[in-house]
């Protein structure tokens, strides 16, 4: 009898510090599912996160469609009254500023975008309009130029605490030549940036696969505790643009 209480009482604490953990919200990116964030989603749950790997429909709506018919979703899947803060890839990071734009986290805590294209990409200003673009990348990917009108550039800046990881890398030369130097393949280091944004790192990663880097992660768990980044590689830089933005 006394085993079988000390049994419960053991399991009731392990659940009670699991509902208390904080819920991490995984936004993956463009024409990309869920399982590019597994890694990352894994790394979370070990640190003791309670981690949702959200998977989205990203070629088939717009960017405002998608933010309010996935945000709600994966919120309903945190444990209720927990904090609640979100790591993004690419394109999921404009779906969360979309979504902040008009409504409010009570519970929000931190938001870690990895590429983010927040100034847009160059790469869609020069391919929009060649056939076969918009069936790829579905027509969010249209939205994401570089042009005042686009979403990302509508959006206004970051008014909750935000942390930003930008490439430096490219394995695809062919998008390089449109991008303005550093960029990794996709977005260029100076379009991820954001005014409001409470921390800037530039690491030597490609923008395919930044979010299954070891040393990301390491930044992505840095933030998610201390609310900034840690500079202390030399490797990775802080951009001087940092104190200018916000």
């Known amino acids: 009898m006394r085993k079988s209480l000390i049994l419960f009482v053991t399991c009731l604490l392990v659940s009670m510090d699991s ?37 989205y429909p990203s070629r088939e709506s717009e960017i405002a469609l998608l933010s309010e018919d ?18 993004t890839h690419s394109m999921g990071g404009i779906i969360v500023r979309q979504y902040l734009s008009e409504y409010e986290i009570p519970n929000l805590k931190h938001v870690v975008m990895l590429g983010p294209p927040n100034r847009g ?17 579905g027509p969010a990917g249209l939205q994401l130029g570089t042009d005042k009108s686009s979403v ?17 890398r490219s394995i695809n030369p062919i998008l390089s030549t449109m991008l303005p130097n550093p960029d990794d393949g996709k977005v260029s280091v100076e379009n ?14 490609t923008h395919p696969f930044m979010m299954k880097n070891n040393e990301v992660i390491e930044q992505v768990l840095h933030f998610l505790e201390f609310g900034e980044f840690s500079h202390s590689n030399p490797e990775q830089s802080r951009d001087d643009g940092v104190s200018e933005l916000k």
């Open 19 to 55: 509902v208390a953990s904080d819920c991490v919200i995984l936004l993956h990116g463009l024409a990309r599912s869920e399982s590019s964030m597994s890694k990352m989603s894994n790394a979370l749950e070990e640190a003791g996160y309670y981690a949702v790997n959200m998977g």
């Open 192 to 205: 991820t940036k954001l005014e409001g944004m409470k921390d800037h790192i530039v690491m030597p990663v």
């Open 70 to 87: 996935t945000i709600p979703k994966a919120l309903e899947r945190c444990p209720e009254g927990v904090p609640v803060s979100f790591v």
């Open 152 to 168: 990302p550039n509508s959006l206004g800046p970051a008014t909750f605490s935000l942390g930003v990881i930008a490439g430096s």
């Open 121 to 137: 990409s160059e790469v869609v200003d020069n391919l929009k309009n060649v056939p076969g673009f918009k069936a790829v990348n």
